[in-house]
């Protein structure tokens, strides 16, 4: 509140977009950039290439097996985030509105 009694609405955080990821290194949310994964496996290949050959192949199945269980975790998320909503209901429709 101003000493004219006016309410005024609380000035914005100032948004701020990070460094971009490194290339050949981590990204912001921890995992390999799709550069350091390409430089991780061909370190692998020179080191063992069976291996590297393995993995190569077993990745799009090991992928493929996982997408069930996304679609699991998010409709998991979806419920939990439908019930917070629904609990906090009340809450909003209580508080004070917002000029």
Do not use: H, N
């Amino acid at each position: 509140m101003t000493s004219s009694g006016v309410l005024r609405p609380a000035p914005r955080p100032a948004e701020t977009s990070g460094p971009p990821p490194a290339y050949g290194g981590m990204s912001r949310k921890g995992g390999l950039t799709s550069m350091g994964t390409f430089l991780a496996w061909l370190l692998l290949f020179i080191l063992c290439w069976p291996l590297a050959l393995l993995a190569l192949i077993l990745y799009p199945l090991l992928w493929l097996l996982s997408i069930p269980f996304r679609l699991v975790g998010i409709t998991f998320d979806a419920v939990f985030q439908f019930l917070k909503a629904l609990l906090l209901l009340p809450a909003r429709i209580l508080a004070p509105r917002r000029a």
